[in-house]
């Protein structure tokens, strides 16, 4: 108990002296998001660490290889019961050394997946950077978004107070119908709820991200700058079904040198070629010679050169049909590798097609709801004008108010769910930056 308690100061301590210097950091951007997270994961570690373990393995496998070296001493005292004074110490060295000259090609297949295993590991470990920039993404998109939610619900509640405000005024005159007045006031409690409702989603996404990157929960977050990407957006807008065609290729391209799941089955068809390689080696003999030299010593002739021998063995193993399952074994599992790269292939060509309509859409939508937004809010000036003049009914001015919240939610969610398919597209192009997927874009 008492470990673990020192344990808990330790790391009470940690984080008190972490803290201040979190609080001093400029906003949190994204490209600090995902530098953090990459260095706080514990699964980036362990990628870390089976690659080491991988390439220890491809080691000791290029040692198996080697000469098989040995040595073997002995000493020896020879005793006089007679008394003669003959009694004579000795000993012997005996060095050996032997190698498999030839074994049809099954160490050298062996060598090559331990290579092939370490090459894999490594691309493991990528994939597991590209999934945790991923989350990094996922989680700071959701905290803005979040926050932008509570400012719009905020708004929302402003213009039903406003609304309620003038309705009490006009029940109070006998303007305004009770139920008219009470519709108002409850429609009033229903943006309060909701106001509650996009405080704690905010509350929750902030949590999270401070959870993945470390940071302190409130810490402050760099907003982002969508008119940085309007250019961008009137390329997309312009794209016809060609262009998008061309962009998916464009992406494809790259996802076929960078993304690292596709590169994995790859990987994986080569090491069941190998293994197939391996199998079929035991049909042949295996040569193995050996060296060996021996060093005597006596107290009487001093050292002399022992025994030296050369040996050549050939072993053959004789269980063919034995052999024979291992190949179609093998074989077998080629084939399914090989299949699992051409299914990859198609499924990573159709996921790169969804998520490119998907940024195509989500950008066209962002500039249908900044206009429809724009309406909105000239449609709610006028209703509220005309409210207070009492040419317009509540109800219409609760109408005017519903448009505009629905349509500052939807410009909301369409920008971000255009950050969300880049980012999206980016993971599957096997990219830490979404540089070369903009490039794509005439």
Do not use: H
Not at 74 to 100: E, M, P, W
Not at 155 to 184: E, H, V, W
Request: glycine share 8%; proline share 1%.
């Amino acid at each position: 108990m008492r470990r673990y308690a020192l344990a808990a100061i330790a790391a009470l301590t940690i984080a008190s002296i972490a803290a201040p210097s979190a609080a001093a950091q400029d906003a949190l951007d994204v490209a600090a998001a995902r530098r953090l997270v990459l260095g706080n994961s514990a699964a980036l570690g362990k990628a870390a660490l089976a690659v080491e373990t991988a390439v220890l393995a491809e080691r000791a496998q290029a040692y198996a290889g080697m000469p098989s070296v040995g040595a073997s001493a002995s000493g020896s005292l020879a005793y006089d019961y007679s008394g003669s004074g003959s009694d004579a110490l000795g000993a012997a060295v005996k060095l050996s050394a032997t190698q498999t000259v030839f074994d049809g090609g099954r160490q050298s297949a062996t060598l090559k997946r331990a290579s092939l295993a370490s090459e894999e590991a490594r691309e493991a470990m990528r994939a597991v950077r590209l999934d945790l920039i991923g989350q990094a993404d996922s989680a700071f998109y959701a905290a803005l978004k979040a926050a932008l939610s509570v400012e719009a619900a905020a708004d929302d509640l402003a213009a039903a107070r406003l609304r309620l405000r003038i309705a009490k005024a006009k029940a109070d005159s006998g303007a305004l119908a009770k139920s008219d007045y009470l519709m108002t006031e409850s429609e009033t409690a229903g943006y309060e709820t909701s106001l509650i409702k996009a405080e704690r989603t905010l509350a929750s996404a902030r949590a999270r991200l401070a959870s993945i990157t470390g940071v302190r929960v409130g810490a402050a977050l760099e907003p982002i700058d969508f008119s940085a990407y309007d250019g961008l957006l009137l390329r997309l807008s312009a794209l016809d079904d060609s262009g998008a065609e061309a962009l998916s290729a464009g992406v494809a391209a790259l996802a076929a040198d960078g993304n690292p799941e596709l590169a994995g089955y790859a990987i994986a068809a080569r090491k069941a070629d190998l293994s197939v390689r391996a199998a079929a080696a035991g049909y042949l003999p295996t040569v193995t010679a050996g060296l060996s030299q021996g060093v005597d010593w006596t107290d009487g002739d001093g050292l002399s050169l022992g025994d030296a021998g050369i040996s050549v063995s050939v072993s053959l193993d004789l269980d063919l049909w034995t052999t024979r399952n291992s190949v179609r074994s093998a074989s077998a599992a080629a084939d399914s590798a090989a299949l699992d790269v051409s299914d990859g292939s198609r499924n990573l060509l159709l996921d790169i097609d969804v998520a490119v309509n998907e940024l195509l859409g989500a950008g066209r939508t962002i500039a249908s709801s900044a206009k429809a937004l724009e309406y909105a809010e000239s449609n709610y000036d006028n209703a509220l004008e005309r409210f207070r003049l009492s040419s317009a009914s509540a109800s219409d001015l609760s109408g005017a108010e519903a448009l505009v919240s629905v349509d500052r939610t939807a410009l909301i969610s369409a920008r971000y769910d255009f950050l969300s398919c880049l980012s999206t597209l980016r993971g599957l192009a096997g990219l830490e930056s979404e540089d070369a997927i903009l490039a794509l874009v005439p």
